[in-house]
């Protein structure tokens, strides 16, 4: 699955110059979780793949992308990124909107985001029920998008539900969507962060799992270590390649700066 060795400074200015111009994007910030299911259903990999930015939200997707030879990947988390976002949106008036989670979530994430940033405008929020919606229901929630004005949609239903629909919608809705999971519980304070060291070391996983246990089990402790075995058998099977091409195990080809296939 692609991802892209990008920052959050790179990351929001795309975002930024997408929405100013009134195009319909989409973002994914991307974790193990992702390149796993990516990894099982065909469909869901061209739906990443499709995706105008994947970014590396998980530290083992950074340090992957190091190891084969991206050494400006760098972490562009969706709880970090989401601020930095909203920041830019304020400060060049354009207008966001926010789709997922619970009512009395958004009420306090829209509410603190406003506060912080004082020019934020805050035009669309809704927060949809967890099963499918019917055809009427998803016909009124794009026609009160458009109405809306929004040109920055943060999208909030969880891997893989926010990718699938944003896929379903890239030509239905005139925004930039991005969908950043968790961040709506983690900014509006009703989940509590995993503490800066573990998330630097890589042991994020570890926390959240030991609060959540029941939800995140079959992520954490059945998804990772696939990742890790799947990932391994990759970088071997590059490098033998690159000896037997006479190149050294460092030397990787990229098709452009921001990115690795």
Not at 44 to 61: H, N
Request: charged share 25%; net charge positive; aromatic share 10%.
């Amino acid at each position: 699955m692609r991802v892209d060795a990008t920052s959050y400074a790179h990351a929001a200015q795309e975002v930024l110059r997408w929405a100013r111009a009134g195009e319909s994007r989409c973002v994914c910030v991307a974790t193990v979780n992702n390149v796993i299911e990516a990894y099982d259903d065909p469909q869901f990999r061209a739906i990443m793949e499709a995706a105008d930015l994947v970014t590396p939200d998980g530290m083992p997707l950074v340090w992957g992308l190091r190891l084969l030879g991206v050494d400006t990947a760098t972490r562009v988390y969706g709880p970090d990124l989401t601020p930095v976002v909203c920041q830019l949106a304020a400060e060049r008036g354009v207008p966001v909107g926010f789709y997922g989670g619970a009512t009395d979530v958004l009420d306090e994430l829209t509410g603190k985001l406003g506060r912080r940033f004082p020019g934020l405008r805050i035009v669309y929020r809704a927060s949809p029920p967890f099963r499918p919606l019917t055809p009427e229901e998803e016909r009124r929630t794009l026609e009160d998008l458009d109405r809306s004005g929004v040109r920055i949609l943060f999208v909030g239903l969880g891997t893989p539900k926010q990718e699938w629909w944003m896929a379903a919608h890239t030509r239905d809705v005139s925004a930039v969507m991005l969908g950043v999971g968790a961040a709506f519980d983690f900014l509006a304070g009703r989940k509590r962060q995993a503490p800066r060291l573990l998330q630097r070391v890589g042991l994020e996983w570890l926390y959240r799992l030991t609060h959540e246990p029941r939800r995140l089990w079959r992520r954490y402790l059945y998804r990772n270590p696939r990742f890790v075995a799947l990932f391994v058998a990759q970088l071997l099977r590059e490098r033998r390649l690159r000896r037997r091409a006479g190149q050294p195990d460092s030397q990787t080809a990229r098709k452009a700066p921001w990115s690795s296939e």
